[in-house]
């Protein structure tokens, strides 16, 4: 957000302060113009972090309009004490009797044909600010957007197929990257399978732990176990197994 703020300011003292470099022939009226802008930003940044929250208004019309009051007042003090800065650095204060002699600017055809050149550094500016601090920021936001949709889609199909099969085995004792489908129950399955080799990983899932990969951290506070066939498999851990899981191989 401050380089969204400082860098659209000195956009704009950069627009100012080459129209009047054009026109006044001085690189001071450049340095002054970017600086007073700079302060200005840094008002507006205040007024953004720490004012405007804490105005208290019932009503969004009402919530404007105090903003609206108090930026005013903001922005009229800040333009009063810079000017007098500056002024007063030239020998002119700004409060006071007006001083000096009248200035007459002849503006050329070829200082007109400048003018059209002035907006392309500050507009360079602002979309170079823009488009880092919020269109790539939107451009990242979808497309993780799309990889939480497909992992969303992979995981509805893993609860279908779980839903339609839902006792399986993994087998230890071959390659296969697909489940061998049995007809037992897992109950029946559990009494019959070495129970140190063999674990409940869920309601639904029996695993052999002599081919269990890794045990990764899911959502929620929980666990779910990569197998070591070819698909690299994947099965969730019920809260309940996930403890039984941790004090049987002490992890």
């Not at 302060?17 to 022939?25: A, E, S, T």
């Not at 506070?221 to 996930?242: F, H, I, K, N, P």
């Given at each position: ?9 000195a ?5 100012i ?9 001085s ?5 002054i113009l ?6 200005f ?6 007024l953004w972090?720490w ?9 969004l019309?009402?919530s ?16 009063l004490?810079v ?10 204060p700004l409060f006071g009797?007006?001083?000096?002699h ?11 044909q ?21 269109w ?6 979808q497309?993780?957007e799309?990889?939480l949709a ?49 674990f409940?990983?869920h ?17 929620g ?24 899981l941790?004090?049987?191989l002490?992890?």
């Open positions: 957000m401050m380089l969204l703020v400082f860098g659209t300011g956009a704009i003292g950069l627009h302060g080459l129209l009047h470099f054009i026109v006044w022939r690189p001071w009226w450049l340095a970017v600086a007073s802008s700079l302060v930003a840094g008002v507006t940044y205040t972090r004012v405007f929250p804490r105005l208290g208004a019932r009503s019309p009402g404007v309009a105090l903003q609206a009051a108090v930026s005013c007042l903001a922005f009229a003090g800040v333009s004490l000017g007098e800065l500056f002024y007063s650095l030239a020998g002119r009797t007006a001083g000096g009248e200035v007459h600017l002849t503006i050329t055809p070829r200082v007109r400048m003018f059209v050149l002035v907006p392309v550094v500050p507009v360079l500016v602002l979309t170079l600010l823009g488009y880092h601090q919020y790539w920021r939107i451009l990242a936001l497309s993780r799309r990889e497909e992992l969303a889609a992979t995981a509805q199909l893993a609860a279908l197929r779980a839903q339609i099969n839902p006792h399986f085995l993994f087998n230890s004792l071959n390659s296969i990257a697909a489940p061998r489908m049995t007809n037992y129950t897992l109950r029946e399955l559990e009494e019959r399978l070495d129970p140190e080799m063999f409940r990983a309601k639904s899932t029996l695993v052999n732990l002599k081919h269990v990969n890794e045990i990764q951290p899911w959502f506070d929980r666990y779910r176990l990569v197998m070591r066939d070819q698909a690299r498999s994947e099965v969730a851990l019920s809260r309940v197994q996930a403890r039984a941790r004090a049987r002490r992890w």
